[in-house]
């Protein structure tokens, strides 16, 4: 059976001489994986269509382990997200996030706009990328089912948002009187509860007008990649170690 569906390449793996195996997030199969044949031949008209971030309109059919692609054609390669270190790392950590958590062939076409919207936004930021990868954080674990409960107490309902800390476990912020029992509490004060809640709800090309110090981006990204390596059961991003050994050789 053949099947017409726009998809964002996540991963491409070498197969045998020239093949690929692609993993590809597509908008109405959710996360698959394709095999596009030949695609490492010089002449292959698959090239450009199989690289990791290219958004393409696929024709494809579906066999007994893989999908296999029989035309692609190039929506947005979205290239110049290749032009600074720092860009294209936060780059693949969005692929690897949506790679990571999402189970093979479910639905999302939330998370896929979500994903295209945040390539495309990537793809034209030149500073300021940690701003916009919280604020995308912030919106990825809320279309994935673990929005952030962050209007009072997760917990008792308290409104008092003067003295509180934010509950991996219970998945929102935490007044002092609960955070007692809860051990697996981060530490946040009322500015940062304040830019987080503006960055959830800030749509993302528009977070560029909107002034943050760095201290708080750190600590706020911090915490969304323990609240996220929570929810989908993972321990670590490697694009995140990636970056993380980068800037200890004073990279960037
Ligand atoms: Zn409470």
Do not use: W
């Not at 309109?57 to 390669?77: H, L, P, V």
């Not at 693949?92 to 639905?107: A, H, Q, R």
């Not at 990636?242 to 004073?250: D, I, P, T, V």
């Amino acid at each position: 059976m053949m099947s017409k569906t726009q998809g964002i390449v996540l991963k491409e793996i070498r197969f045998k001489e020239t093949s690929k195996i692609l993993n590809i997030y597509t908008k109405k199969f959710g996360r698959i994986h394709a095999m596009a044949r030949g695609a490492y031949k010089p002449k292959s008209q698959l090239i450009a269509n199989t690289q990791p971030f290219s958004l393409n309109e696929y024709d494809f059919y579906k066999g007994k382990n893989f999908y296999y692609i029989t035309q692609a054609d190039i929506i947005d390669s979205f290239y110049s997200i290749r032009e600074n270190m720092e860009k294209l790392i936060y780059g693949y950590y969005m692929l690897e996030l949506v790679e990571k958590s999402t189970p093979e062939e479910e639905e999302n076409e939330k998370l896929f706009l979500l994903l295209e919207k945040g390539l495309r936004v990537l793809s034209k930021l030149d500073k300021d990328f940690l701003k916009f990868i919280v604020s995308y954080e912030l919106k990825f674990i809320s279309f994935l089912g673990y929005k952030p409960y962050i209007e009072k107490c997760v917990v008792c309902k308290n409104e008092d948002t003067s003295n509180i800390k934010f509950s991996i476990k219970e998945g929102g912020i935490i007044c002092s009187n609960c955070s007692i029992m809860e051990p697996y509490s981060e530490r946040m004060d009322k500015y940062m509860y304040e830019v987080m809640k503006t960055l959830l709800y800030t749509p993302l090309n528009k977070i560029i007008q909107i002034n943050i110090p760095k201290d708080v981006m750190f600590n706020l990204h911090d915490i969304l990649v323990k609240y996220i390596l929570y929810n989908i059961d993972r321990k670590e991003f490697n694009s995140l170690n990636l970056m993380k050994s980068l800037e200890n050789n004073g990279g960037c």
